[in-house]
């Protein structure tokens, strides 16, 4: 029971946020959606849950067009920075609404959560620190039954405890109950540990979806004194690199072969991957 999204597109006005991205969001996952500020992840979100319509493409779930079933909806959930709660609802409130909007909304776990993060759940939404309305709406998300769990910066305002706590807890809830969650965030290293899979948006459009694993593969890194990591790389495929005085960092594409030395090899992690497919040609 894949979400399929096929030549999706989003104009605003005269601007074109989104160009036609396509990419598979399958069962029992854990996927990271990521791309630059003002590159079209929440635009794309938006449009899957249908708070914002599309323009034009399609979105379908098990080859059925996701917005016109209300069984399908239900199996989408999309948490993000938006505000939708009421002014005046304690979290107390909405986790009673969520209950019965969600008949298996696992309040077990919520509890667990509620403990875990120490959230005050008589205080009112409205007037929550930045960092609790994403703990709170974490909370919400990951107790949620829903099929596809769709997360959109949910650590904004979270510190670099909560930010592991969120990691840690949001594997227990894929354990307690297998579903999909993709997460869009800019903290790749963060959570690159947990995610099988990346979903890569550049300019409106998906330029890799690609199993981490493979990524991980796809290169290494050299580093060093100028003269020697050119000397090195002259005869292999660099993806990008970086130069501060005397010092090189290339990224390397293929397998790490002979070292030498001077030179320090490392893997190459998702964030390298990214930052380097990502790059604009004047930075």
Do not use: C
């Given at each position: ?100 909007t969600y008949p298996e909304f ?116 050299v580093s060093g004194a100028s ?57």
């Amino acid at each position: 029971m894949s979400i399929e999204v096929k030549d999706l597109k989003k104009k605003f006005l005269k601007k074109e946020a989104v160009k036609g991205a396509t990419f598979t969001i399958e069962p029992e996952s854990i996927i990271g959606l990521l791309g630059r500020n003002g590159a079209g992840k929440s635009t794309v979100l938006n449009m899957i849950a249908r708070r914002i319509e599309k323009t034009s493409g399609d979105i379908t779930l098990d080859g059925v067009d996701l917005h016109k079933t209300a069984s399908a909806m239900h199996e989408v959930y999309l948490s993000s920075s938006d505000n939708w709660f009421p002014q005046e609802y304690k979290f107390k409130d909405l986790l009673a609404i969520y209950k019965v909007t969600y008949p298996e909304f696992d309040m077990e776990f919520a509890q667990d959560l509620i403990k875990v993060f120490d959230v005050n759940v008589k205080q009112k939404y409205s007037k929550a620190s930045t960092g609790y309305k994403s703990i709170m709406k974490i909370i919400l998300a990951l107790a949620n039954p829903s099929e596809y769990i769709f997360l959109d910066e949910p650590v904004l305002g979270l510190d670099a405890n909560h930010r592991h706590i969120f990691n840690k807890k949001l594997l227990e809830a894929y354990a307690r109950r297998p579903r999909t969650f993709v997460i869009a965030t800019h903290l790749i290293e963060e959570v690159a540990s947990i995610l099988e899979k990346v979903i890569v948006i550049k300019d409106g459009l998906v330029t890799e979806e690609v199993l981490v694993e493979d990524v991980l593969r796809k290169g290494y890194v050299v580093s060093g004194a100028s003269s020697l990591v050119q000397e090195y790389v002259a005869d292999k495929k660099v993806l990008e690199t970086e130069q501060i005085g005397n010092f090189t960092r290339s990224v390397v594409i293929g397998a790490i072969g002979e070292t030498q030395p001077g030179l320090e090899f490392s893997p190459l992690t998702l964030q390298d991957y990214f930052i380097s497919i990502t790059r604009k040609e004047n930075e």
